[in-house]
């Protein structure tokens, strides 16, 4: 049976999250934990889901997903990504059985596949996707993101519209799988800004701002350790209750999402210097500066929880830096490591935070988008 296999990465933000979605500067860059997509053609008359992660099993007739997608809001050019559009998104519901209020955002992976198919597929035939990813799911890594790029770069190969590229996509074929992937995280996230599917397609550090990627040029190399709360909290309700409290509180709100930009700009500036002028003692400092003061910014924002200022007491305690990274509200933070940082505060650090109850890994960032693999390769990375 013939068979196609992606991958993408998650992202790990810098500086900027949430500030992202009003338009302002973040930074982030992409991790080495990557979702890993295997789509096989098959001669039965049905379509078949499979996501273990979120342990979700689905199956459907293709005649009956023939007359979903007969609806006229499947119409449209796969060339160019319509926006995800509400009664669209009400049809699939109510064809997958999903109440509207729902705050468990896990079956919204359903209504992101449905959506996907029926925009980017032209002729249905039978099919089996699997999807596992090394992400944490939930926890402000980019997985709904590398989950919506894998899907929107399966399907589109699948469907003829990009090649089969073991040795790169172009830059015209990126542009497409991050449009895609971007309706995909619409349908997961609401409004996103658009950077956790930038990072997953393109890979590397970027600067994000209102829908325009700079790949950053001048970055040192980032050694970073992430830590995971294992507090659940969902980016679409976070991103939504900052808006309820914005459109309130605008004058209130608006400096600090201002502030965050502030912090952004500053740090791109800083790691340009320290690529020049490696471990500059100064510039290490203002990183660790910048990381604490939009820690303290998150949180007024609404977004912060009292497991992740924990997990930054913690780190401060030994003289190191973090902040909640993703959209907040449990999930990650990520403390900066440097030269200058003992081996002994770094373990002594490291098993606080186990005590606590949290996970955590040490990584470096700036690794390859999405991805299309020899299938044999990935069936051992999916097993
Ligand atoms: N491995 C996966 N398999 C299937 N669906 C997934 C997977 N990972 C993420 N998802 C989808 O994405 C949702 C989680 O997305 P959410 O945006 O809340 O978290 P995140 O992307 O990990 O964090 P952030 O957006 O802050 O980076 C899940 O509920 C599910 O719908
Ligand atoms: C919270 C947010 O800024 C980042 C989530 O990773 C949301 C977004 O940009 O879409
Ligand atoms: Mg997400």
């Known amino acids: 049976m013939e068979s196609i296999c992606v991958s993408a990465p998650g992202k790990l933000i810098l500086h900027g999250e949430h500030a992202v979605v009003y338009g302002k500067v973040a930074l982030a860059a992409s991790l080495n934990l990557r979702s890993f997509l295997k789509l096989t053609f098959t001669s039965d008359d049905s379509i078949e889901v499979f996501l273990p992660d979120i342990d979700i099993h689905a199956s459907w007739k293709i005649k009956e997903l023939q007359s979903l997608f007969s609806s006229p809001h499947f119409n449209g050019d796969v060339q160019s990504p319509q926006e995800a559009n509400s009664d669209c998104l009400q049809l699939i519901r109510h064809f997958l059985s999903l109440s509207e209020d729902t705050h468990d955002t896990k079956p919204l992976a359903l209504v992101a596949f449905v959506y996907l198919l029926?925009?980017?597929?032209?002729?249905?035939?039978?099919?089996?996707?699997?999807?596992?990813?090394?992400?944490?799911?939930?926890?402000?890594?980019?997985?709904?993101?590398?989950?919506?790029?894998?899907?929107?770069?399966?399907?589109?190969?699948?469907?003829?519209?990009?090649?089969?590229?073991?040795?790169?996509?172009?830059?015209?074929?990126?542009?497409?799988?991050?449009?895609?992937?971007?309706?995909?995280?619409?349908?997961?996230?609401?409004?996103?800004?658009?950077?956790?599917?930038?990072?997953?397609?393109?890979?590397?550090?970027l600067c994000f701002q209102g829908g325009k990627i700079t790949p950053l040029e001048k970055v040192p190399k980032l050694d970073m350790m992430l830590v995971n709360t294992k507090v659940p909290r969902s980016t679409k309700i976070l991103v939504a209750g900052l808006r309820e409290r914005y459109e309130k509180y605008p004058d209130i709100y608006r400096p600090v999402i201002d502030s965050v930009e502030a912090i952004s700009v500053k740090c791109e500036e800083t790691l340009s210097h320290l690529n020049d002028v490696p471990n500059d003692p100064a510039m290490i400092q203002t990183l660790r500066d910048l990381i604490g003061l939009n820690h303290h910014h998150l949180n007024f924002l609404g977004v912060g929880h009292k497991s992740l200022d924990e997990v930054c007491s913690i780190c401060t305690e030994h003289g190191l830096s973090a902040k909640l990274t993703g959209a907040g509200g449990g999930g990650c933070a990520f403390c900066l490591i440097t030269k200058d940082d003992s081996p002994r505060a770094i373990a002594s650090v490291t098993e606080s935070l186990q005590k606590c109850g949290y996970e955590c890994w040490r990584t470096t960032v700036g690794g390859h988008g999405v991805k299309c693999h020899d299938p044999n390769e990935v069936i051992s990375q999916l097993n």
């Open 118 to 205: 029926g925009h980017i597929t032209q002729k249905l035939s039978g099919m089996k996707v699997e999807l596992r990813s090394s992400l944490p799911t939930g926890a402000g890594l980019g997985s709904s993101a590398a989950f919506s790029t894998c899907l929107a770069a399966g399907l589109l190969v699948a469907s003829g519209s990009i090649k089969d590229s073991r040795l790169g996509w172009e830059e015209k074929e990126l542009d497409l799988i991050n449009k895609w992937a971007f309706q995909g995280e619409k349908v997961i996230h609401g409004r996103p800004s658009g950077i956790d599917n930038s990072v997953s397609t393109f890979g590397g550090a």
